[in-house]
C-alpha cells in the first residue's frame, strides 16, 4: 500500500509534466509556424528557407548593429536600475542607495538566464539580508513591476494603434487584430481603476486578500506611485521602438516608426508568456509582418544577444554582488 504523501504528489507531478509537454508543443508549433511561411517566401524566389535565410543575415550590416545594441543594452540596465531602486525606495528600503541595487539588480540578469522569477529572488535575498524586508514584502514590489510595465506596454501599443489604425488594419490578414487588441484595451483600463479602489479600502473593506504580504506595494501605492513608475520605465520603451526600427533597416528590412510603435509593445507582451525562446513573440513578429517572415528569427537574434549581453553586464558587476548579498558587516 503507497504512502498517503506520494500518492498526493502523484497527480501534480503529472500535471506539472503535462504543462511542461504543451508548452513545448506550442513553441515547437510556432516555430513550425515561422519556418512554412519563411519557405513560401523562400519558394517565390527559388531558393530553399535555409538558403533565404542565410542571405538575410548575410545582408545585414552586423558592425553597425552592435554599435546600436551595445549602448542601448547600457542604457536599458540604467533605466531598468533606477525604477527598480525607486520602487524599493518607496515601499521596502527608504534608505537605499542606487548605487547598492546596481550590482544587484546586475547581476539579476545572469540568473534571468535561467528563469526570470530566479532573478527576482536575488532582489528579494538581498532585501532580506541588508534591510531586513520579509520576502513576500519584496517579492510584491517586483509583482508590482511586473505590472506597471505590462500596463506600459498596453499604453504604447494603445496610442500606436490610435495613430496608426491603418496600419494595424492592413497587418490584419491572419487574425482580427484590431478586435483582439481594443478588446484587450478595454479590459485593462477598465480593470486599473477598480484594482486602485481596491488596494486603497473603497470597497470590500474586510477582504483578507488584500492584507496578504504578498500585495504589501498594492496596498501602500497611491495612484502616483504607478504614475511615477510608468514615467521612469517610458525611456526604455521608446528606445527599444527607435532601436528596433534601425536595426531592422540594417537588416534591409523596411519598417515604419508607426508600425514599431503600433506592434512592438504587442510583440513584448508576447514575448512574456511562458514559451521557451520567447516563441510568442517569434510568430506574432511573422504574423504583423507577413511579407517580410524572416523578421521571427531576426526577433530571436534580438532578444539572444539583449539578455547575454544583459548577462555579461551582470558578470562585471558579480564581485560587489557578492560582497552586499553575502559579506556580513
Not at 34 to 58: D, Q
Not at 82 to 88: D, G, N, P, Q, V
Not at 120 to 140: E, I, T
Not at 279 to 302: D, I, K, R
Request: proline share 5%.
Amino acid at each position: 500500500m503507497s504512502d498517503s504523501p506520494v500518492s498526493e504528489d502523484t497527480p501534480n507531478v503529472w500535471r506539472s509534466r503535462a504543462a511542461r509537454l504543451a508548452t513545448w508543443v506550442l513553441t515547437f508549433g510556432c516555430f513550425y509556424l515561422v519556418y512554412s511561411r519563411m519557405e513560401v517566401a523562400a519558394a517565390r524566389e527559388g531558393l530553399t528557407a535555409i538558403e533565404y535565410l542565410v542571405n538575410f543575415f548575410a545582408a545585414a550590416d552586423w558592425v553597425a548593429w552592435l554599435m546600436l545594441m551595445i549602448p542601448y543594452s547600457l542604457f536599458f540596465y540604467m533605466v531598468d536600475s533606477h525604477a527598480t531602486w525607486r520602487l524599493i525606495r518607496w515601499f521596502n528600503a527608504p534608505s537605499i542607495k542606487l548605487t547598492n541595487i546596481m550590482p544587484i539588480r546586475a547581476s539579476a540578469y545572469i540568473l534571468s538566464l535561467v528563469n526570470e522569477q530566479v532573478g527576482k529572488g536575488a532582489m528579494s535575498l538581498y532585501l532580506l539580508r541588508r534591510y531586513d524586508v520579509p520576502v513576500w514584502q519584496a517579492v510584491s514590489s517586483m509583482i508590482m513591476l511586473g505590472m506597471v510595465e505590462i500596463y506600459q506596454l498596453l499604453l504604447f501599443s494603445a496610442v500606436g494603434v490610435l495613430l496608426y489604425y491603418d496600419l494595424v488594419v492592413q497587418a490584419s490578414t491572419s487574425y482580427p487584430l484590431p478586435t483582439i487588441m481594443l478588446s484587450v484595451y478595454a479590459l485593462a483600463f477598465i480593470y486599473f481603476p477598480i484594482h486602485v479602489l481596491y488596494f486603497r479600502g473603497a470597497f470590500l473593506k474586510d477582504s483578507k486578500l488584500r492584507q496578504r504580504q504578498l500585495l504589501h506595494a498594492f496596498r501602500q501605492a497611491e495612484l502616483k506611485h504607478y504614475v511615477m513608475l510608468l514615467l521612469f520605465k517610458i525611456p526604455n520603451m521608446l528606445g527599444a521602438m527607435v532601436v528596433y526600427t534601425i536595426a531592422l533597416s540594417l537588416f534591409k528590412v523596411d519598417v515604419e516608426f508607426g508600425q514599431m510603435v503600433a506592434f512592438l509593445p504587442v510583440i513584448f507582451l508576447a514575448a512574456a508568456l511562458p514559451l521557451p525562446f520567447h516563441a510568442g513573440a517569434l510568430v506574432l513578429w511573422s504574423a504583423l509582418f507577413p511579407q517580410f517572415p524572416e523578421v521571427g528569427v531576426f526577433s530571436l537574434v534580438m532578444h539572444t544577444f539583449f539578455v547575454i549581453f544583459n548577462a555579461l553586464i551582470g558578470l562585471a558587476f558579480l564581485p560587489r554582488a557578492n560582497k552586499e548579498l553575502f559579506v556580513e558587516r
